[in-house]
């Protein structure tokens, strides 16, 4: 269905109060590897039309979602709405508005690129790492993406904006002559560099031969309360915790730890959340209701300072200034040297956790390195614990910096006190 004659049959109907329309076209390559071999090299074309419509009145609002399909005209659509109302009269929720018309984002469409060339570079940049005979790249999945989206709301908001997104899935392997150890490498930017996609391809199958080459803790003895360094996944979550406890919707439901003015840790870092950020693959210029993203300071200098997020909990908290959801977080910090020390780095996790009520974090780790003061030795099939409320208060941070999906900021945290069994 074209977009006008969707805007049509929802002003026609007088029992919605307003909707919110998404219009997402996705054009992309696909490459999937075994070993160094293309088996499958796909061109996909999509578009993905939602439409969510609401019902409300001075004090309640209710609203449900309508999937628009290539096989809909007017009348299928109009059904669909119907079925919509309904269902949104049965979930309603206290009374907020939707976005009204401010600033419009109008992206100019970027410079056309072909999407095929760039994907086979991305590839060799990936494959050139496998330059081992004991290591190799089992499997690579390359997706190479370029989105195009609408927003249009009953209230005057129109935006248009275009967001490339590439993603890498690898397999790195490698064998001690006696067992094949595999790891799992993950990386996703909104820029593309064959240098850093090389880099990060190296630094995996060197991390490969490490797990092949690990002890357990029978083998090695660690000191006590050793400097315990992580990063990756479990970095991510434990900042994702801090943020999803900062948001406007935590704080409504009363499920939040720290309330503004609240001093979170000794250290005094900020972590500010923003809209936008190069290299950050979630980066977005509004939210999924159309809210124009403003970036907001959370923490600055180990204090709370604000909240953020959505409109809906953002009204019932009588947020003037609403920052919409934010999907990418910074933070500064001074960083410490650990180097020349007897440290412990967790480089992969099987499964990162952290239980958001008691504050427990921590899991199997599938590989670590621990500096001795003269050199690293690879360790695995061990777990480390800890409570994040307690241990972020004395927490420390590299000066290496890194990028990541939705986090730009150091490389590591640094936290002492861990229980490592």
Known sequence: MKKSAIIKVLKANKKISDYEIT????????????????????????????????????????SSLVVVTAADDERSFARKVNKAIIQARQAKNAYYPLVNKTINIDEKKPKKFDLNETAMKVAQAVLSADQYEEGWINSTEIFLSVYEKEFINSRGVDHHSYNMKLEVECIPTWSNGKEEF????????NTINYKEITAEISEILELAK????????????????????????????????????????????????????????????????????????????????????????????????NNYGDIQFGYYLGEKDISGE????????????????KHLIIETFSAPQIDEDSGYWGGEVRLARYFDGQKYIPLSGFSIA??????????????????????????????????IS
């Not at 595999?182 to 930017?189: A, G």
């Not at 800890?386 to 986090?407: A, P, R, T, W």
């Not at 730009?408 to 640094?414: A, E, L």
């Open 210 to 305: 490490a797990r092949s080459q690990a002890k357990t803790l029978k083998q090695v003895r660690l000191p006590k309360d050793l400097k315990v360094l992580v990063k990756n996944d479990m970095l991510e979550t434990i900042v994702d915790n801090f943020s999803s406890d900062l948001s406007y919707r935590n704080v409504y439901m009363k499920q939040n730890h720290y309330a503004k003015n609240d001093v979170l840790s000794d250290n005094k870092f900020s972590l500010t959340m923003k809209g936008e950020c190069k290299g950050c693959a979630s980066s977005l210029e509004y939210d999924r209701h159309g809210v124009v993203l403003k970036e907001r300071k959370l923490i600055n200098n180990g204090v709370v300072k």
């Open 182 to 189: 595999e790891l799992y490498k993950f990386y996703e930017s």
């Open 23 to 62: 219009i997402s076209q996705r054009d992309s390559r696909e490459l999937f590897y075994v070993l160094d071999h293309l088996e499958i090299n796909r061109a996909v074309k999509t578009q993905a039309v939602t439409v969510r419509v609401y019902v409300a009145d001075k004090k309640t609002c209710g």
């Open 386 to 419: 800890g409570n994040i409320y307690e241990d972020i208060k004395k927490v420390e941070f590299s000066k290496q910096q890194c990028l990541m999906s939705h986090y730009k900021g150091p490389k590591y945290m640094i936290f002492k006190g861990l229980k």
């Open 326 to 341: 934010l999907p990418v977080a910074v933070i500064k910090a001074d960083g410490v040297d650990y180097e020349n020390e």
